[in-house]
Structures are given as C-alpha cells and as structure tokens.
C-alpha cells in the first residue's frame, strides 16, 4: 500500500470536464492507495459563489476557504497532495495565492493543470512573481500533454514537469464488442447512403467552432453529401442561440441539423457518442488543453475531425484516429468529414484503438 493521498479539486456537481477528471482521478487512485477528498465546490456549485464573484469580500471567502483547507490537511500530516485545480485566470490565481498556497506549505504537493492558458500568469507583472513562487512551493507540476508541458519549460524546471493524460469514466468506455457491434451497422450503412451522423459535443462557446460545423454542413450539402448534424451543449447567450437557428435556416440545413441543449447524465451522452460516425471539434478556443470529449468519442469507435490547436495533435494520428482541418475554414472541415467518411470502418477502428493505448484507465 502506498502513502495516503490527499485530492484537493472541483468535484461534481455541476459536471464539467475538470470536475469530472477530479472525479475519476480520485477514484482510480483509490486502487492503489488511501484517497482522502476535499471539495472545493460549495453547495451552490461553484467555488466563488456568485454573490461575491465579482466583490471585494471575495478574498474574504478565499481566505476562509483556505483556513477550512488548511485545518483538513494538518489532520493528514503524512498524506501527498494531488491539487488539479490550478487556475490560469488573474482571479483564480488571486485565490491560489491567498487560499491555497498557504494551506499547501508543508506538504508534498503536485499540482495539475487543465487549462492551455497557464502560461499567461507568467507574461503578467501582476502574476509573475506569485505564480513563481507557487511553482517553488509545488513538489511538481502534472500537465495534461507534452505540448503543455513544453510550453512552461520558461518558468517549471525539467524535474517539476510531468505529463498525465486525462482519461474518463467507466460508464462512457463501451465494450469492445460494442464497438464492433457499431463498425458493422453504421459501415453497411453509410455504404448504403444513410446520411453521415456528424457529432459536436462541448458547450457552445463560438471559438470551439461550432458555427464552422454548421457552415460544414451547408457545404456538404452543397456537394449532394447526405449528413446530418448533432450539437450538444449548453448556450452561453441568447444571442449566440439566435444567430445559430438563423444561419441554420439561411444555410437550409434545417432538416439535417439538431440542437440537443446540455447533457449531463452519462447514460445519454454516451448514446450520442454510440450513435455518432464522427466527431467534430474544430476549436480555437484560447485556453485549450485536452478535450475530454476527444477522448470519450475516441471510446466510442468515433474519429475525430480536429484543428492543430493546444494538446489535439497529440490525441489524434493523422488518417488514423481522425484528421486535422482548418481553423474557421468550412470547406476544410467539409473535407475532413468526408475523408474519414470514406475510410469510417478503418477509421472507427484507429479511434478505439487510440484511445486503448493512450487515454484508458490502465494506460
């Protein structure tokens, strides 16, 4: 058995990609390990609730936030501290600073960064200076993919960077036998004409490109292409809604397009993952890091259609998994889609494949 562990993170609820990697980070370690859980989500979901996000007594709530902290841990004196909280924003990084870096003092403690931005907290004068004494205090720093890891070599020594994927639930990795079960059905399908079954799945944030999918759509429908569309994800703003059902009726994609909202139960998005052919994620969304999307589509036998952005050329081989296209470029994504379309047993095969060697628990 080895030394206790202390997982110090945003846990579900809400379910977003990092409190759902904390989540199952905690649980794998519990293999190997005693796993003790602080929270830093509060009741109402979020760690600054929204009374005090933008107030002056928010370092108040920081400080009181780390004094619960700070008692939690001196009751586990021998316990490693796994934080995978760390932020990148100016704020965030006001209660690392204040809350957690005095409640870590101490103890031997690794922090995980889920956010492809970090690095700005060292271009600032107003950060530089805590956010290197926050990387001397740390034992080490877990980034989610080289290219990250790479990126902070300016400010993190060699020793201090390691590098952990993220991996995902048990409930959203189908059986093998299911995987083959769909490369069966939908290669005779799409052989037959059934429309393509095109998946984007993230919250619907202009810059992860999900008007480009739309437009892509219009395109292949231009070229006598037969797909269809499944958007997931919740709305920002009422305006950005708005603009997406009046491009849909000007494009006349109407009828081969969907808009689903939010998914938060796994059951369901491991359906539209299961019902998918491919998946599209063309982001250029400024603090990328590693999409947990990718990789729960990968699960489910799905290729991905990608931009070169943040960690995505380490999650997909090139005609293998998937396939890179262009940034805000509705032609190239068009391409994209259709080039895996051509090839989707083998490419639904690369996927799953992927994700077994790189992204599964085990791995």
């Known amino acids: 058995m080895r030394d206790p562990l202390?997982?110090?993170?945003?846990?579900?609820?809400?379910?977003?990609?990092?409190?759902?990697?904390?989540?199952?980070?905690?649980?794998?370690?519990?293999?190997?390990?005693?796993?003790?859980?602080?929270?830093l989500n509060p009741g109402d979901g979020a760690f600054i609730p929204a009374s005090v996000r933008f107030r002056p007594d928010a370092a108040l709530y920081f400080?009181?936030?780390?004094?619960?902290?700070?008692?939690?841990?001196?009751?586990?004196?021998?316990?490693?501290?796994?934080?995978?909280?760390?932020?990148?924003?100016?704020?965030?990084?006001?209660?690392?600073a204040l809350a957690m870096a005095p409640a870590l003092r101490g103890h031997r403690a690794y922090g995980i960064v889920h956010h492809g931005g970090w690095g700005d907290?060292?271009?600032?004068?107003?950060?530089?200076?805590?956010?290197?004494?926050?990387?001397?205090?740390?034992?080490?720093?877990?980034?989610?993919s080289q290219t990250l890891a790479d990126r902070a070599a300016p400010w993190v020594p060699d020793e201090k960077r390691l590098v952990v994927p993220n991996t995902i639930d048990d409930d959203l990795i189908p059986s093998r036998a299911e995987g083959e079960q769909k490369r069966e059905t939908r290669a005779a399908a799409i052989a037959s004409g059934d429309p393509v079954r095109v998946l984007f799945f993230s919250h619907m944030i202009p810059s992860k490109g999900y008007l480009d999918v739309l437009r892509a759509v219009g395109v292949l429908r231009q070229r006598g292409v037969a797909v269809r569309a499944d958007f997931v994800g919740r709305w920002t703003s009422p305006e950005d809604e708005a603009a997406f059902r009046a491009e849909m009726d000007r494009l006349g994609v109407a009828d081969r397009v969907v808009h689903h909202g939010?998914?938060?139960?796994?059951?369901?998005?491991?359906?539209?993952?299961?019902?998918?052919?491919?998946?599209?994620?063309?982001?250029?969304y400024p603090t990328e890091a590693q999409p947990l999307t990718i990789i729960e589509?990968?699960?489910?036998?799905?290729?991905?259609?990608?931009?070169?952005h943040a960690s995505l050329p380490e999650m997909?081989?090139?005609?293998?998994?998937?396939?890179?296209?262009?940034?805000?470029?509705?032609?190239?994504?068009?391409?994209?889609?259709?080039?895996?379309?051509?090839?989707?047993?083998?490419?639904?095969?690369?996927?799953?494949?992927?994700?077994?060697?790189?992204?599964?628990p085990d791995a």
Do not use: K, M
């Open 6 to 39: 202390a997982v110090v993170g945003r846990f579900p609820p809400p379910l977003d990609g990092q409190a759902i990697a904390t989540r199952r980070l905690a649980d794998l370690l519990e293999d190997a390990a005693p796993v003790d859980r602080f929270n």
């Open 63 to 96: 400080l009181r936030r780390g004094r619960e902290l700070r008692r939690w841990l001196a009751e586990r004196p021998g316990h490693t501290v796994l934080w995978t909280g760390i932020s990148a924003s100016p704020l965030g990084h006001l209660r690392d």
């Open 121 to 144: 907290l060292f271009a600032s004068p107003l950060t530089r200076r805590s956010a290197l004494r926050l990387v001397r205090q740390l034992s080490g720093v877990v980034f989610l």
């Open 262 to 284: 939010g998914v938060s139960d796994r059951a369901a998005a491991r359906a539209h993952y299961l019902a998918a052919d491919v998946f599209c994620l063309p982001t250029t």
């Open 297 to 308: 589509a990968l699960a489910a036998g799905c290729p991905a259609v990608v931009t070169e």
């Open 316 to 360: 997909i081989e090139r005609g293998v998994s998937g396939t890179f296209v262009r940034a805000s470029d509705p032609a190239s994504i068009a391409d994209g889609i259709a080039r895996v379309a051509a090839g989707w047993r083998t490419h639904s095969a690369g996927a799953r494949a992927r994700f077994d060697a790189a992204f599964a």
